[in-house]
């Protein structure tokens, strides 16, 4: 994602690839993390019925291990988008002031 150019002004930076971008990722992410959530409850479940089951318990953990990622990963994602709005807002501040939904 390029900075906004003489081509592109701020508004237009901010509306169309910076919230769009934002926006994407962030249901991306959550999405991954419901399928997990979802694999893993299904496994627990499992689980409980057939304690004996080492395979099941591997796999149990390596699901956990995944979502436990991908929560931090929605994590690094808000990071990221508080730096890029600060960056935004230090060189647009002039020409465009975003919603505060950001």
């Keep these: 994602m390029a900075a906004p150019s003489s081509s592109v002004n701020c508004e237009e930076f901010a509306e169309f690839q910076l919230m769009a971008a934002h926006a994407s990722r962030d249901r991306v992410i959550k999405n991954c993390i419901a399928q997990t959530s979802a694999v893993v409850n299904n496994l627990r479940e499992e689980r409980e019925k057939n304690l004996e089951n080492l395979t099941l318990l591997k796999q149990l953990r390596k699901e956990q ?12 994602e808000e990071v990221v988008n508080d730096r890029s709005w600060k960056v935004f807002n230090e060189r647009c501040r002039i020409h465009f002031k975003p919603p505060k939904n950001e």
Excluded: A, I, R
């Excluded at 291990?65 to 690094?76: A, F, G, I, R, Y």
């Design 65 to 76: 291990t995944k979502l436990k990622w991908m929560q931090s990963e929605l994590n690094v």
